[in-house]
């Protein structure tokens, strides 16, 4: 069974500090995909990255860095500087690459403060 | 704008009504589905559409019926709900091929009185 745990149920930091995000991973696939989501006051949950099991290469892009690992099964999300308008909720996803079965964990609340 | 819309954005209504939430994306989508966030919960898959046709049911309560009468809309209406199922729907959308990640609306913010 696939299944995602987000620890972190609530984090708080000031702004301009360094905030990373866990996130843990169970399945038994050995293709599969890994996603993270924002979701701003608004609502909508905004698609961040998504990773392909084969590739563990880190990527940054612009304050925003993740770390997957499979020996660990993590694909932790760091916040470099963090901003006030980082303040969300984040969603760590995990997907077979059948759309119908994409497992979200229980989401971080990550207030910035300023 | 993320190319999925959901109305109304907030909807109250009393446990004998009857109302629809409204999903439309005009991305070249096939499949659709939906969502309940509900306050401290993870997100729960509910109904999954593909090509039109409804490919999962979560167990979800018969209060609850979807419809999808075309690729671009997904309709959820509602009937004789509960204080319980007060949350946030969301709609979300994707290309239905290998997965490239889910493409969401703003959501319906649902109070049942």
């Known amino acids: 069974a696939q299944k995602v745990t987000q620890a972190q149920t609530e984090i708080s930091v000031v702004e301009k500090e360094d905030v990373t995000l866990d996130c843990v991973y169970e399945?038994?696939?050995?293709?599969?995909?890994l996603f993270w989501y924002k979701q701003p006051p608004s609502g909508e949950l905004v698609f961040l990255i998504r990773?392909?099991?084969?590739?563990?290469q880190n990527e940054i892009s612009g304050r925003y860095s993740w770390n997957f690992q499979k020996s660990t099964s993590s694909f932790n999300f760091t916040i470099t500087a963090s901003q006030v308008v980082d303040s969300a909720v984040y969603f760590c996803?995990?997907?077979?690459?059948?759309?119908?079965?994409?497992?979200f964990g229980a989401g971080t609340r990550l207030t910035v403060k300023p | 704008e993320t190319g999925v819309t959901q109305t109304p954005r907030h909807l109250v209504m009393g446990m004998t009504n009857k109302k629809s939430l409204k999903c439309e994306q005009h991305?070249?989508?096939?499949?659709m589905y939906w969502y309940k966030q509900s306050a401290k919960k993870p997100l729960e898959l509910m109904f999954v559409?593909?090509?039109?046709?409804?490919?999962e049911n979560n167990s979800v309560p018969s209060r609850f019926s979807p419809e999808c009468p075309n690729s671009s809309h997904l309709f959820l209406h509602l009937h004789t709900l509960q204080p319980e199922d007060s949350a946030l729907y969301l709609c979300?959308?994707?290309?239905?091929?290998?997965?490239?990640?889910?493409?969401f609306g703003s959501g319906t913010r649902l109070t049942v009185v």
């Open positions: 996803a995990l997907s077979d690459g059948n759309n119908n079965d994409m497992r």
């Open positions: 991305l070249g989508h096939n499949a």
């Open positions: 399945t038994r696939d050995t293709t599969y995909y």
């Open positions: 979300a959308s994707a290309p239905g091929e290998t997965t490239y990640g889910y493409t």
């Open positions: 990773r392909n099991s084969f590739d563990e």
């Open positions: 559409y593909n090509f039109k046709e409804q490919t």
